[in-house]
C-alpha cells in the first residue's frame, strides 16, 4: 500500500517543506534522469546528499593530487622532496 501522505521530517523548517496534493504524482521530467530517483527519496535523505563532501576532480586539484601521491609513494632517503601547496581559503 503507497501512502499519499506528504514526507513530513521534524529536521526541515516548515517554510522548506514541499506538501503534495493528495493522489498527484511528481512531474521529474525536468531533472537528468540520473536524478530523478534521488528527487524521489525522504526529505531528510535527500538533505543528507545534499550536505554530503563532494571531491571536483578540477584539473589543478588532480594535478596537485597526482603530485602528493608521487610524493607518499617516494622511497625514504634523508632529504625527502616536499610541496607546498597554497590556494584561497575556503576553496576545499
Do not use: C
Not at 610524493?71 to 634523508?78: G, N, R, T
Amino acid at each position: 500500500m503507497v501512502s499519499h501522505e506528504p514526507d513530513v521530517t521534524p529536521d526541515i523548517a516548515p517554510e522548506f517543506e514541499i506538501k503534495l496534493e493528495p493522489g498527484r504524482v511528481e512531474d521529474l521530467s525536468h531533472l537528468h534522469e540520473s536524478a530523478q530517483p534521488i528527487a524521489r527519496l525522504p526529505a531528510a535523505e535527500r538533505l543528507a546528499r545534499v550536505r554530503a563532501d563532494r571531491w571536483i576532480g578540477y584539473t589543478r586539484a588532480t594535478q596537485a593530487l597526482e603530485q602528493l601521491h608521487t610524493l607518499l609513494d617516494w622511497p625514504a632517503k634523508q632529504r625527502m622532496p616536499n610541496l607546498l601547496v597554497i590556494g584561497p581559503s575556503n576553496n576545499g
